[in-house]
């Protein structure tokens, strides 16, 4: 992920102390961080999905491209520096080989994700109902490419 900071070289860095709020989770504001250095935290309803060390590492991304609120807090857990891209559609429509790091990042997320979700599936085959809502999740991430196949062809 050290690559991506080449990308960044140039742009505005900011720095947040331990226990910043650098995104807050319900929150939009269009921008991406890039971390330069430091740890944060990833927390979703109170819950730590995550923390981040890893120079390149990527915050925001998907509030931006989805055009929604933050589904997450990113807090910093030591004294942090980060570029910021204040208006981040911008910014990603002008550079091609930032927003390929961003889908092969998200790729990424999504395989390792599913493959979880399918080991979750096989474990509990016929042992608890209310493990149905695995289906149920693994449903939804086949549902929204269903649905824009369906549009293109209206």
Known sequence: ???????C???????????????????QFGRLFVLIEGEVEVIRERTQVTHVDEPGSIFGEMAVLLDMPHT????????????????ALTFLDSR?????????????RLYY?????VDLQ????????????VDQI???L????DLSRKRKKS
């Open 113 to 117: 994700t599913t493959s979880y979700l």
């Open 9 to 27: 070289q140039g742009l505005h860095q900011v720095s947040f102390k331990p226990g910043a709020v650098i995104l807050p989770e319900g929150e």
């Open 1 to 7: 992920m050290a690559d991506i900071l080449e990308y």
């Open 122 to 133: 096989q474990q509990a085959a016929g042992k608890r109902q209310d493990l149905d809502l």
């Open 96 to 108: 091609p080989e930032f927003s390929l790091h961003i889908a092969t990042m998200l790729a990424r």
């Open 72 to 87: 997450a807090t990113v807090k910093a857990l030591s004294p942090v520096r980060a570029y910021e891209i204040p208006d």
């Open 142 to 145: 086949v549902e929204p490419a």
């Open 138 to 140: 693994l449903a939804t």
